[in-house]
C-alpha cells in the first residue's frame, strides 16, 4: 500500500484541533481561502496544460495587465475556475451534490470558452480519449454519475480521503463532459470535503506525475491507493497551514527552519512531501510555524 499509514488517523487529530482553534477566528480562515484561490486556479489549470504562472493568474484575477500574450481562452479558464472556486465555498454548504449542481458548476467553468458544451454531459456521438483511456459511453454518463454519487454518500462508514479518492477516480474514469473534466473533478473534491466539513484541498501541479500514476493504477488495478495518498498529503498540508495562523505560530520558510533548528534541509523536504512534519506550501514555498519561538 503507497499511502503512508499514518495519514488517516492524522486528519482526525488535525480536524479535531482545527476546530478547537477555529472558534472567534472564523474572518482569519475566510481571509486564507480567499487568498488560496489564485493557487488553486493556477495548479488545477497547469495540470491541464495552461501556460499561465501563478503571478500572471494572481494579475488576471485581479485585473492587471500581462507583459505577454495571452490567449482568450486562457483568460477565462483563469477567471471562471476562480469563480467557481468561491462560489463552492457557500453552496457546498448549502446543497447537496447534485447532477443540477455539478451542471451549473460546468457551466460556470466553460462559460464563454464553449457555450455550446457548457453545462451538460457529453451526448450523441461525443466520445472522448484521455491517452488510452477512452471515457464512458455517452447514453451511459448519467446513470453512471448516479452511481458514482449514490456509492460516495452511501459509503459515510469510511474515511472521508478513501471516499474522495473513490469519488475522484471515478468521475475522471467516466469524463462526462466534452472539456474541463479535470477542473470539474478536483472542484468536486473540495466541494465534498467543505459540505462534510473539512478544510479545502490544493492539489499541486508540481505533483501531477504522481497524480497521472493514480489514473493509471485505478485503471489497471481498481485500487485508490496513490490517489489517497495525495488526497491524504494534500488534506494533511491545508490543516497545518490553517493551524499555523490560527494558532498565532510565527511562520517562516522550511530553509529557515532549518538553518534555525540546525536539521538538514533535504530531510525536511523529504518529510514536509510525506507530510510527517507540520509544513505546508504556500505560494509554491514550503513554511512552517515555527512554535519554538
Known amino acids: 500500500m503507497t499511502r503512508a499509514p499514518h495519514t488517516l488517523g492524522q486528519i482526525r487529530l488535525l480536524r479535531e484541533r482545527y476546530y478547537k482553534a477555529l472558534s472567534g477566528k472564523e474572518s482569519l480562515i475566510k481571509v486564507i481561502s480567499e487568498a488560496e484561490i489564485p493557487?488553486?486556479?493556477?495548479?488545477?489549470n497547469a495540470i491541464e496544460n495552461s501556460t499561465l504562472t501563478l503571478e500572471e493568474t494572481e494579475k488576471i484575477?485581479?485585473?492587471i495587465d500581462l507583459e505577454r500574450f495571452v490567449s482568450e481562452r486562457e483568460l477565462f479558464e483563469a477567471r471562471n475556475l476562480a469563480?467557481?472556486?468561491e462560489f463552492i465555498e457557500s453552496k457546498a454548504k448549502e446543497s447537496e451534490l447534485t447532477l443540477p449542481v455539478m451542471l451549473?458548476?460546468?457551466k460556470m467553468l466553460i462559460a464563454n470558452i464553449r457555450d455550446d458544451i457548457a453545462g451538460r454531459f457529453r451526448r450523441g456521438d461525443e466520445w472522448v480519449r484521455v491517452g488510452t483511456h477512452i471515457g464512458a459511453a455517452p447514453k451511459d454518463i448519467e446513470r453512471l454519475i448516479t452511481d458514482m454519487l449514490a456509492a460516495y454518500h452511501g459509503a459515510k462508514d469510511e474515511h472521508i480521503?478513501?471516499?474522495?479518492?473513490?469519488?475522484?477516480?471515478?468521475?475522471?474514469?467516466?469524463?462526462?463532459?466534452?472539456?474541463?473534466?479535470?477542473?470539474?473533478?478536483?472542484?468536486?473534491?473540495?466541494?465534498?470535503l467543505i459540505r462534510e466539513g473539512y478544510v479545502p484541498i490544493n492539489i499541486a501541479f508540481a505533483n501531477r506525475a504522481r497524480y497521472y500514476d493514480a489514473f493509471k493504477e485505478f485503471e489497471e488495478k481498481k485500487a485508490t491507493d496513490i490517489m489517497e495518498e495525495i488526497v491524504g498529503r494534500a488534506l494533511a498540508n491545508s490543516y497545518h497551514k490553517r493551524l499555523a495562523y490560527l494558532e498565532g505560530a510565527k511562520i517562516i520558510t522550511l530553509a529557515e527552519f532549518g538553518r534555525k533548528h540546525k536539521l538538514s534541509h533535504s530531510n525536511l523536504i523529504n518529510k514536509a512531501n510525506r507530510q510527517t512534519i507540520?509544513?505546508?506550501l504556500e505560494k509554491g514555498v514550503w513554511k512552517i510555524g515555527d512554535r519554538k519561538g
Open 278 to 280: 507540520a509544513a505546508f
Open 161 to 192: 480521503v478513501t471516499r474522495i479518492a473513490r469519488l475522484h477516480l471515478t468521475f475522471e474514469s467516466i469524463h462526462p463532459f466534452l472539456d474541463g473534466n479535470g477542473r470539474i473533478g478536483r472542484t468536486l473534491n473540495n466541494y465534498e
Open 83 to 85: 469563480r467557481v472556486t
Open 61 to 63: 484575477l485581479l485585473q
Open 39 to 44: 493557487e488553486h486556479v493556477y495548479n488545477s
Open 104 to 106: 451549473l458548476l460546468h
